[in-house]
């Protein structure tokens, strides 16, 4: 059983930076996936973004190019820094983990994960 932690949520202007932490308690095998997912008030869980053991890493089209998904094996946590926020961001955060071959499309759309933390808020005001 892992149990994930996600942290760093908070309240920015337009254009400002957060980093979000996910500690896990360990990792779902050698092989695996860790990654964010993201869901506002009525709207659709969404993938932001997916990093695996071999450091392969994918995201989403509307996170392209601002965030970016790291990890820190020492430490069993996974980060995802924002940078250039937009009001459209604003949701609850949650990462996940799961034993996995490689990131892949599927993954990041599918959110089929048995690993999730609690979530984190993050809002963006314009």
């Known amino acids: 059983q892992v149990q994930l932690v996600d942290s760093g949520g908070g309240s920015v202007q337009s254009g400002g930076s957060l980093r979000l932490s996910c500690a896990a308690s360990g990792y779902p095998g050698r092989s695996y996936c860790l990654g964010w997912f993201r869901q506002a008030p009525g709207k659709e869980r969404e993938g932001v973004a997916l990093?695996?053991?071999?450091?392969?890493?994918i995201y989403s089209d509307s996170v392209k190019g601002r965030f970016t998904i790291s990890q820190d094996d020492e430490k069993n946590t996974h980060y995802l820094q924002m940078n250039n926020l937009k009001p459209d961001d604003t949701a609850m955060y949650y990462c996940?983990?799961?034993?996995?071959?490689?990131?892949?499309?599927?993954?990041?759309?599918?959110?089929?994960?048995?690993?999730w933390g609690q979530g984190t808020q993050v809002t963006v005001s314009s």
């Open positions: 996940v983990a799961d034993f996995c071959l490689g990131v892949a499309i599927g993954h990041l759309i599918e959110g089929d994960f048995d690993y």
């Open positions: 990093i695996d053991s071999t450091g392969k890493t």
